[in-house]
């Protein structure tokens, strides 16, 4: 799968997470269960295809374990 198929699987996930969301905060009755399980299996997906199309990840807390000793 390419790069641009999977950003656009991607935004597939992303709009049903926004379009479950905006349903869970109008009134309704008997669906919130489905959408509460359909939001978590969209969510799952995201996760799942961001590690295999973005497979690194950036430490925004601050320096990385260790760093202290390599500066010296």
Do not use: C
């Amino acid at each position: 799968m390419t790069t641009d198929e999977k950003l656009a699987r991607l935004r597939f996930h992303r709009n049903n997470v926004h379009r479950y969301r905006r349903l869970l905060s109008t009134r309704l009755s008997d669906q919130r269960e489905f959408l509460i399980k359909r939001l978590s299996e969209e969510q799952i997906a995201i996760d799942a295809l961001s590690t295999t199309t973005f497979p690194f990840s950036l430490n925004l807390d601050g320096p990385p374990p260790g760093a202290a000793s390599r500066v010296a």
